[in-house]
């Protein structure tokens, strides 16, 4: 690897932590020693990096620091051009118009000789064919953003539930499957709900005084509660949303 390749390396590692790291796991992620990250930290400040820290101390990138000019590999290249493809395809109209935005200014920064791998076309991502939701994603992602409370209505099964208000914290995206994770002002639980047994959902103009943030750290903390009464109850398509591989459904956490 060339020494310049390897200084970009260790700004992009440093900007990934957003805290300071210390010399030996720069050396361990980089694959160098110890002695070489001090000397290419010492290069980095001379060029005008602001980075703060020393041996024996640990190093951070101070917020604001200005990166060499865009560069990818081949794979980063092919990662963002398939998290492209799944975006425009798995989501909604808006995300999709944002993701083809940001690949073609991506594309005008890219040296003339990377260009042409942003058409790769060796991996192909799906469309989902499913139905439109009774919200447009759009919509629920600026209620997730905004902590406006939903008003919901169910189908099916679920139907004679009637009208309820509830506090939306995260969207989950599974293949074709779509969940709302919330909090449910009628029985004070939180709730993961599948989209596809809505009959209609209304954002509401009045917001959640809560922090959004602050209530997906306690539903996950819930989540995390060693607990065996609901065991068999989460469904495979949530789990990933729902729990850890190692943590059960707990009762504070309905399913619907």
Sequence with gaps: MSRSHRLFDLMQVLRRH?????GTTLARELGVSLRTIR????????????????????????????LPPLTFTEEEIQALVIGAQWVSRQTDVTLSLAVRNA?????????????????????????CMKAAPPLDLGDMRRALR????????FSGEHADLGEQTVWPIMLGLFESNR?????????????????????????????????????VKEWHALELRPCNSRAGLADPNVSELTRSPTAVACPDTQIL
């Design 18 to 22: 957003r805290g300071t790291v210390s």
């Design 146 to 153: 905004e902590q406006r409370k939903l008003s919901i209505t």
């Design 103 to 127: 690949v073609a200014k991506i594309n005008a920064v890219l040296p003339p000789e990377m260009r042409s791998a942003l058409d790769d076309d060796t991996v192909y991502v799906g469309r």
């Design 179 to 215: 969940f709302i994770a919330a909090w449910c002002e009628l029985d004070s639980q939180f709730r993961v709900i599948s989209i596809d047994d809505l009959a209609g959902v209304q954002v509401l103009s009045e917001r959640y005084t809560r922090n959004r943030r602050q209530l």
């Design 39 to 66: 000397r290419d930290v010492a290069t980095l400040q001379s060029m005008g990096m602001d980075i703060d820290g020393e041996a024996g101390v640990g190093y951070i990138l101070r917020p604001g620091s200005l």
